[in-house]
């Protein structure tokens, strides 16, 4: 089956945006990040900072939550906290807008789970503690004292939305077509790689 949209799950501080980037433009389609949080925020009349907030909360269980919550009075999504449907709603904007875009790049915010049916091309882009940081420092502005424990809460928030809300495992390399090291790559090289991975994988499906 041919893979019309490539996710990606991205160490923070690996440059996943920035490859992911990279790849649409190469590809020639868009590229969603941030952008699917500000339409969700957009879709239900609550600030994207807000949202944002909620979002890297950490969310409970959906079941644990449909039984601590019940009311028949109130639908189950009502029921939910924020934290748990911040997922539900996202998931909600990227299904449609899978739907609605042939292709595109998507970063983060559990789309290789979302996507699955789709036939998504999964991408997963990490690189050793120190280039992280170094990047954190130098490209994101991160305080350098701060710059170890910002790096491993941001990792911390991202594996917990990953895991909790597809019951699947962040950093398992069995879930993504490719796991890139972008410090031993470099961002364009690992750009190119994704491109052609995508590509060839696409051409041989027909």
Not at 10 to 29: F, N, P, T
Not at 77 to 97: C, G, Q, T, Y
Not at 112 to 118: A, F
Not at 129 to 143: L, M, T
Request: with cysteine; net charge negative; hydrophobic share 35%.
């Amino acid at each position: 089956m041919k893979k019309k949209i490539i996710t990606i799950e991205r160490q923070y501080g690996s440059g996943g945006s920035v490859i992911g980037k990279l790849v649409a433009e190469k590809l020639g389609i868009p590229f969603y990040n941030r952008q699917i949080l500000e339409m969700t925020a957009e879709k239900c009349g609550i600030s994207a900072d807000y949202l944002e907030s909620a979002e890297e909360s950490v969310p409970t269980s959906f079941l644990y939550s449909l039984l601590l919550n019940a009311n028949p009075a109130r639908s189950m999504e009502e029921n939910l906290p924020l934290s748990d449907k911040v997922f539900l709603m996202e998931s909600r904007i990227i299904s449609e807008l899978a739907e609605e875009v042939p292709s595109f790049v998507l970063a983060g915010r559990c789309g290789r789970y979302i996507l699955e049916e789709k036939g998504c091309f999964g991408v997963y882009i990490y690189a050793p503690q120190e280039d992280r940081i170094r990047r954190a420092v130098n490209e994101y502005g991160v305080d350098e004292g701060k710059a170890d424990s910002v790096l491993k809460k941001a990792d911390k928030r991202r594996e917990t939305f990953f895991n909790v809300n597809t019951g699947k495992t962040w950093q398992d390399k069995d879930l993504y077509a490719l796991c890139l090291n972008s410090a031993e790559l470099g961002d364009d090289l690992c750009a190119e790689i994704i491109v052609k991975a995508f590509n060839e994988y696409n051409k041989n499906a027909e």
